[in-house]
T-cell receptor, first 112, second 114 residues
């Protein structure tokens, strides 16, 4: 039973355009949502997070949107840069020191 | 500040053997989590330790075990290796009890089982 789903295994975007990565979840008890980026041969690195009491969080070129009623969140990267090419993981957790649950990831390729 | 350190980075074992992986967390972090990453399966949670106690456990068979030492360093062990255990094993450390629970990952130990 996959609680966090990233239905697009891959995405290609032109440099300078917007990248939109999507994530759906099934557990309504999730309170916090995080995005991680992973380059080959490296561990995932934290990118941005959002609490369930918010619907948007912005950090530079990265914005995460949360739609609780649809159990859906998205990561927007604008403008996209070649260095953004990586695998992006969506993750979620409930409150109370529970483990992070990850999606399967979306491979983003930004084409120059 | 040094990051999460995992050793060894790469290793090859044969079926039936056992393996031990080590993880040193970021200084001051007392919580250590382990994840298995395989192609097409994303990151699957193995277990989490805090203050030398296992606090959370994922859905893996008993062949997968771990422990944490008083200096917060952690090890995980896989016994009676199977081909399907070939994966990248990621360790992550964090501050226990943070609101967002942000994890800081090491580079992983890539295990190949032949």
């Amino acid at each position: 039973d996959q609680q966090v789903k990233q239905n697009s295994p891959s995405l290609s975007v032109q440099e300078g355009r917007i990248s939109i990565l999507n994530c759906d979840y099934t557990n309504s008890m999730f309170d916090y949502f995080l995005w991680y980026k992973k380059y080959p041969a490296e561990g995932p690195t934290f990118l941005i997070s959002i609490s369930s009491i918010k619907d948007k969080n912005e950090d530079g070129r990265f914005t995460v949107f949360l739609n609780k009623s649809a159990k859906h969140l998205s990561l927007h990267i604008v403008p996209s840069q070649p260095g953004d090419s990586a695998v992006y993981f969506c993750a979620a957790r409930m409150s109370g020191n529970t483990p992070l649950v990850f999606g399967k990831g979306t491979r983003l390729s930004v084409i120059a | 500040k040094a990051g999460v350190t995992q050793t060894p980075r790469y290793l090859i074992k044969t079926r039936g053997q056992q393996v031990t992986l080590s993880c040193s967390p970021i200084s001051g972090h007392r919580s250590v989590s382990w994840y298995q990453q395989t192609p097409g399966q994303g990151l699957q949670f193995l277990f989490e330790y805090f203050s030398e106690t296992q606090r959370n456990k994922g859905n893996f068979p008993g062949r997968f075990s771990g422990r944490q030492f008083s200096n917060s360093r952690s090890e995980m062990n896989v016994s009676t290796l199977e081909l399907g255990d070939s994966a990248l094993y990621l360790c992550a450390s964090s501050l226990w009890g943070t609101n967002t629970g942000e994890l800081f990952f090491g580079e992983g130990s890539r295990l190949t089982v032949l």
